[in-house]
């Protein structure tokens, strides 16, 4: 009767799941599907859910639209790449001083870096614009960069001050019995112990920066400069009398999800990777 019971609640559980996933999925299909429409099709009203036929003319006019969509593809991913990088060299340098150093005052100020969290960067937009047009940042992917770690930077440090302070201090001193400096202790032990939770970081920063929006429209006002997901809201309304070109906006959602699924399929094997692994090897 456990026998039976077990597995009964393992059929419930596949069968939850199951649904959360096509419930998640479908969105995505039907903007896939509503990309190889014909343009007669996109416009059909009440709309139809699977194509009556395929083309991919919809992906041949976001191609040429405007600068033309390499263009942006490389804008976004300039910045977000970028923006991986910024938010990796602050966070693993301030996360491994608020762990493993004596900072005067380090709990409060951690405290006070968090804080950061609560406050929505669309708030500060203003002053930020303002602050840049003096430096020269405006329309630039280097300060969109800046502006997306700034938003990534407090999640980011939180997780890799931890993710350090879990190391075990043992391998610390005997890497300083050995003779290593601040330096070395950083990149041959605290780097490959913490590679879960640098993955984890860059994945974070890339995501958001590559589907941030509003600092991208605030900050840049060259059309070569423009990102992917502005972009698509300039395509949403492209046609004449504010009409909705769907196919080609469906096609750009369908390439600007690619990298991120690309990406997440490519690292997530380090999630479930030893937390010691690499300082124990």
Request: with cysteine.
């Amino acid at each position: 009767m456990n026998r039976l019971d077990a597995g009964r609640g393992r059929f419930l559980v596949g069968a939850i799941c199951l649904a959360i996933c096509t419930i998640m999925l479908l969105p995505l299909v039907a903007s896939i599907l509503a990309s190889v429409k014909p343009a007669a099709e996109d416009a059909r009203t009440p709309p139809t859910y699977f194509p009556h036929g395929f083309s991919f003319d919809a992906y041949r006019r976001l191609w040429d639209y405007q600068s033309g969509l390499p263009t942006y593809v490389t804008n976004s991913f300039v910045t977000a790449m970028l923006t991986v990088l910024f938010t990796f060299v602050l966070t693993v340098l301030a996360g491994y001083g608020l762990a493993r150093f004596p900072v005067p005052f380090k709990e409060p100020l951690f405290v006070v870096l968090l804080l950061a969290l609560i406050i929505p960067y669309q708030a500060l937009l203003t002053p930020i614009f303002l602050m840049f047009s003096d430096l020269g940042l405006t329309n630039s992917l280097v300060g969109l960069a800046i502006i997306h770690t700034a938003i990534q930077l407090p999640f980011s440090l939180y997780i890799m001050r931890n993710s350090f302070e879990a190391v075990p201090r043992e391998l610390e001193e005997a890497a300083m019995i050995d003779g290593a400096n601040s330096g070395q202790i950083l990149v041959r032990i605290f780097l490959p112990a913490a590679v879960p939770a640098i993955i984890t970081v860059a994945l974070f920063a890339f995501i958001t920066s590559w589907n941030e929006f509003l600092g991208a429209l605030v900050m840049m006002n060259t059309d070569s400069k423009f990102t992917l997901p502005l972009i698509l809201s300039s395509a949403r309304t492209q046609t004449t009398l504010g009409g909705t070109d769907w196919g080609m906006l469906q096609a750009g959602i369908t390439i600007s999800i690619i990298p991120c699924v690309g990406i997440y399929l490519f690292l997530q094997r380090y999630f479930v990777a030893g937390f010691l692994t690499g300082a124990v090897k």
